[in-house]
């Protein structure tokens, strides 16, 4: 069987799973023409590639956003000098800084530790969990308005909106900025992962995207090293300097970076963390009744959805020397996508994985990576969507979709409805 995989399609947006199978049964290393990828579909060999960070580096995650082969080194290729250029001129650093910086999410080894034990002093489980009260109250605000309407676009007014409050105030951001965030994270994914890179037409909006949201935080990060305040920028700040001697490698666009990851891998991916799930409680009504009556199933749901239909669909890897996965040979600097969202429906490992089951034991689920990089925000994204589902399994009973179809944003690499419009069930009788 020849397959003709491209996961910039009309079709894979709608629904990959079909070719998520075909990939997993007849070509588990596959080579992709248009990501220029390996992609790695089976659990097995993707909870491999995710483990083995010595033969999987992560620098291939910058180099996938940034559009440069893996292995090549930008300041001596002329193309990817050029690429690396475009987006240097719109941020607020030169390209020599900006081709040597590093970000949590693209360092190896003990450089990734070291960068990752800094940023783990916001996120332990303690401090996440004392946002417990903020998160209740700004979902209670946000039901409340939904509880005033008839009809809504449960995507603007409460899944961006909640996430994006909660990282911004984590962060020390002001207010008056969430749109402007939103909208700065929106260029940057779609400028990364959406058809228009795949049609080399994104690359403007990308880095002015990148050079807006960069100026800002490093703006912030200087208001806060003069005078620090009680946020996760000021104690990364402080950190920088009071472990100047340790950690000198931390400079300040790698900082920069890190409240630019922070800013996208932790709000799209909540967002559609709780848009899938209720998507699919939409379509299971008797799995939103069992739900609605036993809270104690809320946790269970959340991580069945990570599984069924996992926000992050793909991460980059680059393959540090020649590897063989799944019997086929993957030369050494190529690119390897490891495919979350298909390891999550591998029937080799989930029983009828493509049966949603709030009940199901869904552990082991890569929705949140695994290994090093394992998602630093997860304690953060579960409790805001326990906290966000508690709520709303009680409102979707009286509510249904406008459209029976549901349009998915514009990105291979993250997977969620960009609208979910729902209007109040007519009473009948
Ligand atoms: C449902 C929500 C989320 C999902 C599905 C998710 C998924 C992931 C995945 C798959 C990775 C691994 C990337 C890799 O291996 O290359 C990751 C890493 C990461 N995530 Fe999340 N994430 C979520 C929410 C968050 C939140 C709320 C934050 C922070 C506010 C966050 C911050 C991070 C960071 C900083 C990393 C990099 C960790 C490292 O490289 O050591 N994520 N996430």
Redesign the pocket.
């Known amino acids: 069987m020849t397959i003709n995989y491209d996961p910039f399609s009309e079709a894979a947006r709608k629904d990959p799973f079909p070719s998520y199978r075909e990939l997993r049964d007849e070509a588990p290393a596959y080579w992709c023409e248009n990501t220029s990828a390996w992609i790695i579909s089976r659990y097995e060999d993707v909870h491999r590639v995710?483990t083995e960070w010595e033969s999987f580096s992560?620098d291939a995650?910058s180099s996938a956003i940034l559009g440069i082969p893996p292995g090549v080194d930008p300041m001596k290729d002329p193309h990817a000098r050029q690429q690396l250029s475009a987006l240097a001129d719109a941020m607020p650093f030169s390209l020599q800084e900006f081709a040597g910086s590093t970000t949590?999410?693209t360092?190896d080894g003990p450089k990734?530790l070291r960068m990752?034990n800094i940023?783990n002093r916001g996120?332990s489980p303690r401090q996440i969990s004392a946002w417990e009260d903020r998160v209740r109250s700004i979902v209670s605000e946000l039901t409340d308005k939904l509880r005033s309407e008839s009809s809504f676009d449960l995507v603007s007014d409460f899944t961006v909106p909640l996430?994006m409050t909660v990282?911004i105030e984590?962060l020390g951001v002001e207010p008056e900025y969430r749109h402007e965030f939103k909208r700065w994270s929106d260029g940057i994914i779609a400028g990364a992962t959406g058809s228009g890179r795949a049609a080399g037409t994104a690359t403007g909006g990308f880095a002015q995207a990148m050079g807006d949201m960069s100026r800002y935080l490093a703006d912030v990060a200087e208001q806060r090293r003069a005078e620090p305040r009680d946020d996760l920028i000021s104690l990364l700040v402080q950190s920088q300097s009071e472990d100047r001697a340790e950690i000198e490698t931390l400079s300040s666009i790698d900082l920069v970076l890190f409240g630019l990851?922070?800013l996208v891998?932790?709000n799209e991916?909540?967002t559609?963390?709780l848009g899938n799930t209720c998507n699919a409680l939409l379509d299971h009504p008797e799995q939103l009744a069992q739900a609605q009556s036993d809270p104690n199933l809320v946790p269970g749901l959340i991580e069945e959805s990570?599984r069924f239909e996992?926000?992050?669909q793909f991460?980059?890897r680059r393959a540090t020397h020649d590897v063989e996965i799944a019997g086929t040979k993957i030369p050494k600097n190529s690119f390897v996508a490891a495919l979350?969202g298909s390891a999550n429906r591998d029937e080799r490992e989930f029983e009828d994985p493509d049966v949603f089951d709030i009940r199901r034991k869904s552990q082991g689920h890569?929705?949140?990576?695994?290994?090093?990089?394992?998602?630093?925000?997860?304690h953060?994204?579960r409790l805001?969507?326990r906290i966000s589902l508690e709520a709303l399994v009680h409102e979707l009973p009286q509510l249904e979709r406008r459209e029976p179809t549901v349009e998915y944003i514009d990105s291979y690499l993250v997977r969620g409805p960009s609208r979910l419009e729902l209007v109040r069930k007519t009473a009948v009788g």
């Not at 890569?366 to 997860?378: D, R, V």
């Open positions: 995710l992560s995650m949590l999410i360092a990734h990752r940023a996120f996430p990282i984590m990851v922070l891998a932790g991916t909540t559609n963390l990570l996992s926000p992050v991460v980059f979350i890569l929705a949140f990576g695994f290994g090093n990089h394992y998602c630093m925000g997860s953060l994204a805001e969507a």
